[in-house]
């Protein structure tokens, strides 16, 4: 199984970037899939997350600016980041998980928030 991640990159602040996860090797449409970051020397946090069904859910802190959304035809889980600030800024991760019995994470993108 495999997740790769595309579409971080640097962007200034009240900017837009949109990431996408393609998964490979499991069955997608099963799994729920999530969006993580890690800023330098803090912990890695859940930055939105999209049911099979999808339900979503999102960090308070990303709430009104970023979406989450799945195409189970693609494969792919994407991240809307909308009016983004410096402390956006991490390396984003994307995970999927089924009934925390098989859990898979991508290799992350960097995503710089900065004028």
């Known amino acids: 199984a495999q997740l790769v991640e595309s579409g971080g990159g640097l962007v200034q602040p009240g900017g837009s970037l949109r990431l996408s996860c393609e998964a490979s090797g499991i069955t997608f449409r099963i799994y729920t899939m999530t969006w993580y970051r890690q800023a330098p020397e803090k912990e890695r946090e859940m930055v939105g997350t999209?049911?099979?069904?999808?339900?979503?859910n999102y960090a308070d802190s990303v709430k009104g600016r970023f979406t989450i959304s799945r195409d189970n035809a693609k494969n792919t889980v994407y991240l809307q980041m909308n009016r983004m600030k410096p402390e956006d800024t991490a390396v984003y991760y994307c995970n999927a998980d089924w009934m925390r019995r098989s859990t898979y994470w991508g290799q992350g993108t960097q995503v710089t928030v900065s004028s």
């Open positions: 999209v049911t099979p069904g999808g339900e979503t």
